[in-house]
């Protein structure tokens, strides 16, 4: 008798968690729709084109593409030996000024000399590199940074530019787990977790596609941002998502947004185990510039409008030794948000870039006239 009066609550739960796992399959694992869509012709493309082994991907090595915006106007890109984006005609790598990140730096929609390091340039009048890639964390543009930084040896001053949805990134290990659309199906990447590093996930994951597939897997089971996967029991499906950061923090975020209008991104923002990656990356910085004598800017980027503060949330997570040699700023007190994108789901306008670079360069070019000034 009370074997069965105890089923009958079991029951339901599980009845009812197998409903919750066919109504909302998105707050689940998506693994087999995913990867069965891979193809190795186009893993072997991505391999000869684009794959690194420290970064994950890059941009292409001194070639041009041509892509339309979200406007359907075709922009061209073009790329040195380097795999950074030049708009100009000196070398980029008589650079002063080396600017890193991610599709906000790069300069996704608009044309090369629209960018905002290109702006930047503009401002200061003294050259400017853009290392911008887009799709990076702030790990993959740090560590860009660091492999190039010493083809530059006129560089006085390095800038890291974290658009706020970036740390997201800079805790996923493979991009799709993450983004379920996204254009880089093979984004195995480095990651920042609990102050700790990590290199790409898998042995030698571009080696071949079988071992592409058994690193993506890996991630699939392993990400920050893991989903449970619906299977029986599915009550203890449910019970891991509701635990998961998948499923938690987008609930904090849309609750917090509605309920006392917290910013976007201040939840992931006030981990402590996020606040200790951020630390991490600002000591990892802070520490290569102090090394080649240069100074070092971590500049917050909103993604829009909506969250403008999220920022100065990351900022505050800076030890005093790390904001004693790195200068900080958040930057779009002062922008026309209206006219920052081209419209909704689009990169910043060609203006939107002008307004970044204006930020930027106030914390810049002080520092410039520092070095100068240098005996």
Known sequence: MWTVLLAIPLVGFELLSFTLTKLRPDRFDRREAFLSRLRPEDFERFKQQAASDTLGWDNLAGQTRRQPNCMGVEITYTYDQDRL?????????????????????????????????????????VPVANFGVGGYGPEQALLKLEGLIDRFPRARVVVLAIMYDDVRRMVNAYRPVLYGETGITFGLKPYVLDGEFHGLIGDDPFHDFPSMLAAANAG?????????????????????ALLLPSFYLPVLDHFGRRLIGRPDYEAIYRLPSVRGSLRAVYD???????????????????????????????????????????????????FEWSQFLRG????????????????????????LTATAERP
Do not use: K
């Open 220 to 240: 699939f089971d392993t990400d920050f941002w893991r989903r449970a996967r619906a299977r029986f029991p599915y009550s203890a499906a449910v019970v891991e």
């Open 85 to 125: 984006r030049v708009h100009g005609a000196a070398p980029a790598r008589d650079a002063v000024v080396l600017v890193a990140g991610d599709s906000y730096t790069h300069g996704d929609e608009v044309a090369d000399s629209e960018n905002f390091p290109a702006s930047l340039e503009h401002i200061l009048h």
């Open 344 to 367: 909704r789901g689009c990169h910043p306008s060609p203006g939107g870039y002008r307004m970044i670079a204006a930020d930027v360069a106030r914390a810049v070019a002080p520092l």
């Open 284 to 334: 990892r910085f802070a520490r290569m510039a102090q090394s080649r004598n240069l100074h070092a800017v971590i500049a917050f980027i909103p993604a829009d409008g909506r969250d403008q503060t999220s920022g100065l949330v990351a900022i505050a997570a800076a030890t005093e030794l790390e904001r004693a040699h790195v200068t900080f700023t958040n930057v779009g007190r002062d």
